[in-house]
């Protein structure tokens, strides 16, 4: 069963491949589909209400946020320290913790799915994919990185099971990356993809790498004992990628 | 002469830096096991002046297994103490330490009062590769693709519920639909 939901200002599609009644297929997509908008209420920055924008007017305290604030507070801090300070979600000024809300939010939709009974599913949550199991063929999902300059084409097509799938690149919503070193827009890189177990942590990394620039190239190889491998297209058309990245065959 | 004992005393120092051991100053915590002969540590190199160093290799002020005598030190009989180290001439080992990688003794021969050779025995295990991790496998440059295929899902930069529209998982999406 398939559903696309526009949600946290972009499109999430979920693609449930279980051999389940259809009613159940329907109640676990409605129970992702509320998980989504929770996270959007709560950690949207363009609503005056989300809590994050109230935390940001330091309306509430620390003390006073949610579980799921907390969390997303400490991890945004721990990524800080793990990327030398390229992760950060005050690089902008005000707090902004969206770039590990997305991969965070697709990561626990997933999870949820899981505990609910589906064991093959694929959410993308505006480019942020979380994939279990196989599809309803009993292959592995087939996932293609999109092109950095033609909207219609793929740099390369992966074959993954349980896995995450995170791209940070500057093509679509332009210089919104910051290098923290520089203090202006991220420069040299132009599409990062991150493949590993955790959609959060992936979302993160990739997102660091392109604040980096090109020593970013060199930085990714060090996620590679961690279970994260990468494909990069620099700024002006090199690809690089680390050699365990589940390309299609 | 002094010129290559500077050079393999340089070398030693670095190796034992490398993994951790400090020949001067404090007393490094010795194992249970293994009883050294002379604790280098405590033996002043870098001691005061006026302090009288010991003549016997055996016995210094580490505290610690007093007197079994395997440490295999000889102990020449000549000269002694004038100048340089302060140590009467013979080979001295330091304390085995451990470290993640194994044990490492320390080992100099004093003649003359001075330092002539320098030794150190490391772990020679399969262990002993932690110390050099393998090289990190690089990300390997490759010709930039541009193919159409059949996927499931496209992976890119964060889409706007606007550019969606015309992305390639819009096209995914409706043909599931």
């Not at chain 1, 959410?123 to 979380?130: E, F, L, M, Q």
């Not at chain 1, 996932?143 to 896995?163: F, Q």
């Not at chain 2, 010795?30 to 055996?58: C, E, R």
Request: hydrophobic content about 40%; charged content about 20%.
């Amino acid at each position: 069963m398939h559903h696309a939901e526009h949600v946290m200002g972009t499109v999430v599609s979920i693609d449930l491949a279980d051999d389940l009644p259809a009613a159940t297929l329907q109640s676990m997509i409605g129970d992702v589909c509320a998980w989504l908008h929770e996270v959007d209420r709560r950690f949207s920055t363009y609503r005056d209400d989300s809590e994050v924008s109230r935390f940001r007017r330091r309306e509430i305290d620390l003390a006073d946020c949610s579980p799921d604030m907390r969390h997303v507070l400490e991890a945004c801090a721990d990524l800080w320290r793990e990327t030398d300070g390229y992760f950060d979600a005050y690089a902008a000024g005000p707090l902004d913790p969206s770039g590990y809300v997305k991969g965070w939010s697709v990561e626990i939709a997933s999870a949820r799915l899981a505990q609910a009974g589906s064991a093959h599913h694929c959410v993308n949550g505006g480019g942020d994919i979380r994939a279990r199991g196989l599809t309803a063929e009993g292959k592995p999902w087939r996932v293609g990185i999109r092109h950095p300059w033609e909207a219609d084409k793929l740099s390369w097509v992966l074959a993954v099971t349980d896995c995450a799938v995170a791209t940070s690149g500057s093509y679509e919503r332009g210089e919104h990356v910051f290098n923290p070193r520089s203090g202006g827009p991220a420069r040299g890189l132009r599409s990062v993809t991150v493949v590993g177990p955790d959609l959060a942590l992936a979302d993160a990394y990739a997102t660091a790498a392109l604040a980096m620039g090109e020593p970013g190239i060199g930085w990714l190889a060090k996620l590679v004992p961690d279970g994260y491998e990468s494909a990069v297209v620099t700024d002006d058309g090199r690809a690089f990628s680390s050699p365990g990245l589940p390309a299609a065959v | 002469m002094r010129r290559s004992t500077a050079a393999a005393v340089g070398t030693l120092t670095g190796a034992a830096l490398i993994v951790g051991v400090r020949l001067s100053v404090s007393a490094p915590a010795v194992p249970t096991a293994a009883p050294p002969a002379v604790d280098l540590a405590g033996s002043g190199q870098d001691a005061d002046p006026t302090k009288k160093p010991s003549k016997k290799p055996a016995g210094s002020d580490s505290g610690s297994d007093s007197g079994s005598g395997d440490s295999g030190s000889e102990n020449s009989g000549s000269s002694g103490e004038a100048g340089g180290t302060g140590l009467a001439d013979g080979v001295y080992k330091g304390s085995a330490v451990k470290n993640p990688y194994g044990t490492i003794q320390v080992s100099i021969k004093v003649q003359g009062g001075k330092i002539t050779a320098a030794d150190a025995t490391y772990p020679t295990t399969a262990d002993s590769a932690t110390i050099n991790p393998p090289a990190i496998a690089a990300l390997k440059q490759e010709t930039l693709q541009a193919q159409s295929a059949d996927v499931n899902a496209v992976s890119g930069a964060t889409f706007t519920s606007e550019s969606y529209v015309k992305s390639l998982q819009a096209a995914i999406d409706e043909a599931n639909a």
